[in-house]
């Protein structure tokens, strides 16, 4: 009855025994320290006094040994948040002794989910082959033969697959860049023979695939799924500055150049402050170059001076990166739009 009442406030009733006796117990559904359940006696008739056995309480943990001296603590048995990209399911408590987590990276997993990202490109692109194709022996085109607008986006997409990653910067002598740059250095190539089955299509080499996860599995995690990383690179000799944020849906991902001038009183020269070419804005209280150009892809782009040395003048790059999946969804958005696309 308490369980299919309608008017049921969060209770679940349930009958315990003890081999010769049998009890009523209520659990309240509401997790945490803060939630509360009062039974009254009076309205079970008489039939016995209720006592609690066991009271609300928040699940309570320390990752290596952090806080020393108080808990993180979470309303379930389940805690998200403390860890990046990490949660932790509670089974039971040992306060005595230390329990070890070990994550290790899916990687047949991960690999199964670049091969859907491949099947679903050379979807499209057979797609589009389809549309497009000419029959020699017929002398027949199909029903966008020579469309130019087909064409066009078929060209689009496979740049974007093609080229490197927005904001990725390939290594070179003097500066350590990221590992992996373009789909074709984990194994991912159009096959260019003529006549294969496949010609035109992406194929993995699950081999070089591979070889990419076991030397950096988070590099290749960021060439798919970098979601607008900031970064930067300094390339004179004096001064430092670094990314410091940018406007969501808004500032492009790429690289940007950045120039300004430190001042003889040690402030950034409001007229000399530059990101891609264009003017940009200067909170010299804050020490932050924001672009502001309203048509420039830079739009929203802050960069955070951290070295004021008087009389210098700084250039460098801010970056902000990119991965593939994202950027094919930006294209697919930008093709698609019905007012521009």
């Known amino acids: 009855l308490?369980?299919?009442?309608?008017?049921?406030?969060?209770?679940?009733?349930?009958?315990?025994?003890?081999?010769?006796?049998?009890?009523?117990?209520?659990r309240g559904?509401?997790?945490?320290?803060?939630?509360?359940?009062?039974?009254?006696?009076?309205?079970?008739?008489?039939?016995?006094?209720?006592?609690?056995?066991?009271?609300?309480?928040?699940a309570q943990?320390?990752?290596?040994?952090?806080?020393?001296s108080t808990?993180?603590?979470?309303?379930?048995?389940?805690?998200?948040?403390?860890?990046?990209?990490?949660?932790?399911?509670?089974?039971?408590?040992?306060?005595?002794?230390?329990?070890?987590?070990?994550?290790?990276?899916?990687?047949?997993?991960?690999?199964?989910?670049?091969?859907?990202?491949v099947d679903k490109v050379n979807e499209l692109r057979s797609n589009f082959k389809t549309l497009t194709d000419f029959d020699e022996t017929t002398e027949q085109g199909s029903v966008l033969t020579g469309n130019y607008g087909v064409q066009l986006v078929d060209s689009r997409l496979k740049y974007a697959v093609a080229d490197i990653?927005?904001?990725?910067?390939?290594?070179?002598?003097?500066?350590?860049?990221?590992?992996f740059t373009s789909l074709s250095q984990v194994g991912i190539l159009t096959d260019a023979e003529q006549g294969s089955s496949t010609s035109g299509l992406l194929i993995l080499d699950e081999e070089k695939f591979d070889e990419a996860m076991a030397e950096d599995p988070d590099a290749v995690a960021q060439l798919f799924a970098a979601n607008d990383i900031g970064g930067q690179r300094v390339t004179s000799t004096t001064g430092n500055f670094s990314y410091y944020s940018h406007v969501q849906g808004i500032t492009q991902s790429g690289t940007f150049d950045v120039q300004y001038s430190i001042?003889?009183?040690?402030?950034?020269?409001?007229?000399s402050a530059y990101i891609n070419g264009n003017k940009a804005s200067v909170d010299v209280s804050a020490g932050t170059i924001t672009a502001v150009t309203d048509d420039a892809d830079e739009l929203g782009m802050v960069v955070k001076v951290n070295d004021f040395t008087p009389n210098t003048s700084v250039e460098g790059e801010v970056r902000l990166k990119q991965g593939k999946a994202?950027?094919?969804?930006?294209?697919?958005?930008?093709?698609?739009?019905?007012?521009?696309g």
Do not use: C, H
């Open 61 to 68: 943990v320390r990752i290596n040994g952090w806080p020393a």
């Open 263 to 271: 001042n003889a009183s040690g402030e950034i020269d409001p007229d």
């Open 165 to 179: 990653a927005q904001g990725f910067l390939r290594s070179e002598d003097d500066f350590l860049g990221d590992a």
């Open 2 to 26: 308490i369980n299919s009442d309608p008017n049921n406030p969060g209770v679940k009733a349930s009958i315990i025994s003890d081999g010769s006796s049998s009890y009523l117990q209520i």
């Open 29 to 58: 559904l509401d997790l945490g320290a803060e939630a509360d359940l009062t039974i009254s006696n009076a309205s079970f008739f008489g039939l016995g006094s209720f006592s609690e056995s066991q009271a609300n309480q928040n």
């Open 71 to 117: 808990w993180i603590e979470s309303d379930s048995n389940t805690i998200t948040g403390a860890v990046e990209g990490l949660s932790f399911s509670l089974k039971n408590a040992d306060p005595s002794s230390d329990i070890q987590v070990s994550v290790n990276v899916d990687s047949d997993g991960v690999k199964q989910n670049v091969q859907t990202f």
């Open 326 to 340: 994202g950027e094919m969804v930006d294209a697919l958005k930008r093709i698609t739009n019905d007012q521009s």
